[in-house]
Nanobody
Framework: QVQLVESGGGSVQAGGSLRLSCAAS????????MGWFRQAPGKEREGVAA????????YYVDSVKGRFTISTDNAKRTLYLQMNGLKPEDSAVYYC??????????????????????WGQGTQVTVSS
């Protein structure tokens, strides 16, 4: 089980930026597929972005492409999500997650929630119009 602690959420106006961070406890951090998910009230949790730290391969949901950037500092075992051009529809609780060992990042499965065995506590992002 990987311990994950998010930080960096908050409230911004539309068009603003926020950067989320997620500190991970895993000793083999770079071998885990790491992802960011979000869940708005009354909606299902959806994958926002994922990264395979060892290779730097990234994946994004279409609605955030060009606005959000997922990155990682492997030495610090920290995952980031830089969010620019925020829109009111981006408002949600954002979760950091790590896939179970052996579950890798693939284009067809990067956002499969069932593959992720570790989740952070979530951080609220609110974007006002």
């Amino acid at each position: 089980q990987v311990q994950l602690v998010e930080s960096g959420g908050g409230s911004v106006q539309a068009g603003g930026s926020l950067r989320l961070s997620c500190a991970a406890s895993a000793s083999m951090y770079s071998t885990y597929c790491m992802g960011w998910f979000r869940q708005a009230p009354g909606k299902e949790r959806e994958g926002v972005a994922a990264i395979y730290p060892l290779l730097g391969t990234t994946y994004y949901v279409d609605s955030v492409k060009g606005r959000f950037t997922i990155s990682t500092d492997n030495a610090k075992r920290t995952l980031y999500l830089q969010m620019n051009g925020l829109k009111p529809e981006d408002s949600a609780v954002y979760y950091c997650a790590a896939k179970r060992p052996g579950y890798y990042c693939y284009s067809g499965s990067w956002s499969d929630k069932g593959d992720f065995g570790s989740w952070g506590q979530g951080t609220q992002v609110t974007v006002s119009s």
